[in-house]
């Protein structure tokens, strides 16, 4: 059974940081792909960044491109969101995610399993 944990988030105020954590379980983690994505208020699920199954390459929408960094440590089986020069509109709950495929970097909508989501509010 694939399981999903996100920690990490939490209030803070416009320009701050935070960091969100995934751990996962139930596979081998340095097999697959792994993404970031967010649900702001009133809105659908969208994607916010991922990384493949090695860490060689990695995609980032273009409305955090610059500010958020997507990092995984195999060994720790843990995928990392840094997000740098928040702003209000980073407001959402932000889900780890994870394909069926191994070795293979989906197409942002192509993800499978989810974890249950952490809170992020950016402050004005």
């Known amino acids: 059974q694939v399981q999903l944990v996100e920690s990490g988030g939490g209030l803070v105020p416009a320009g701050g940081s935070l960091r969100l954590s995934c751990a996962a379980s139930g596979r081998t983690f340095s097999m697959y792909a792994m993404g970031w994505f967010r649900q702001l208020p009133g809105k659908e699920r969208e994607f916010v960044a991922d990384?493949?199954?090695?860490?060689?390459?990695?995609r980032y929408a273009d409305s955090v491109k610059g500010r958020f960094s997507i990092s995984r440590d195999n060994a720790k089986n843990t995928v990392l969101l840094q997000m740098n020069s928040l702003k209000p509109e980073d407001t959402a709950v932000y889900y780890c995610?994870?394909?069926?495929?191994?070795?293979?970097?989906?197409?942002?909508?192509?993800?499978?399993?989810w974890g249950q989501g952490t809170q992020v509010t950016v402050s004005s």
């Open positions: 995610a994870t394909p069926r495929r191994s070795y293979y970097f989906p197409s942002t909508y192509e993800y499978d399993y």
């Open positions: 990384i493949n199954y090695n860490g060689g390459r990695t």
